[in-house]
């Protein structure tokens, strides 16, 4: 499977990250999760989401690349972000915004663009 970058690396993309507990059992997050993914694969400017899980907390969360200030403040004003932040089902949302590195992050092969397959 060849991949091919579609778009080229900027200073102005910002990571994103999501933690927070859920209180439904595990195995039905882990299903809903991939349902949900193709919505969230949608969000303008997100180059890629990864999905996390830390079972025996009942933890969960996301990072995000996003290719600029501007999408990433769209996504934290969209219905997308609030049905997470006002999920019955979630607590403790956490979130944290962070300017890539992009020299050294380039140097340790991180995926600062988006892959097309």
């Known amino acids: 499977m060849e991949q091919k970058n579609a ?18 059992p595990t195995e039905e997050l882990k299903k809903i999760m991939p349902a949900v993914a193709p ?26 690349l996003f290719d600029s200030d501007e999408h990433l403040e769209m ?3 969209s219905n997308q972000f609030a049905s997470v932040a006002n999920n019955p089902a979630f607590s403790n949302l956490q979130t944290n915004t962070f300017s890539v590195a992009e020299k050294a992050s380039v140097i340790t092969f991180a995926p600062l663009m988006k892959m097309i397959v």
Do not use: R
């Open 7 to 24: 778009i080229a690396a900027s200073p102005t993309k910002k990571v994103f990250t999501t933690k927070f507990n859920y209180s439904m």
């Open 39 to 64: 919505e969230f694969s949608k969000i303008p400017g997100c180059l890629w989401k990864i999905w996390l899980i830390k079972e025996d907390l009942k933890e969960a969360g996301g990072v995000y």
């Open 75 to 77: 996504f934290l004003g």
